[in-house]
């Protein structure tokens, strides 16, 4: 068996699309109607779809999960972040652990939380 991708959920795809191209430079690999398959294995999926077949309510920033990217130059990235045109919402502003990695964690619009790390 093999882990294929990861699924969170959104309210407006195009604004999660175009959050996950600028940032991390995920590119769409297939669009499927509410459902969109980026690079890296994230999937998209549309909060109206998943509650439907669920039959749950999504809760929003439930910190449960957690999406990680490494990125080398973590300074450049925190730039990003600060200059992106919607706000960001901090969890952690950029820190540093006593193992010496340098972190960032915050949420995406749909309030899913993501770590951004220097490699180990």
Known sequence: MKLKNVLIVTE????????YKDLFGLDVVLDNDGNV???????????KLWESFLEKQVIAKNH??????????IDGFVQKL??????VEY????MQHCWGQ????FYDPDGNLIEVGTPM
Do not use: A, W
């Open 37 to 47: 398959i980026l690079t890296e294995g994230l999937v998209l999926q549309e909060k």
């Open 64 to 73: 449960c999960t957690e999406l990680y990217f490494e990125e080398k130059d």
């Open 12 to 19: 407006d795809i195009e604004r999660s699309k175009k959050f």
């Open 91 to 94: 969890v952690n502003r950029l």
């Open 102 to 105: 340098k972190v960032v964690r």
């Open 82 to 87: 600060e200059h992106y045109e919607m706000p």
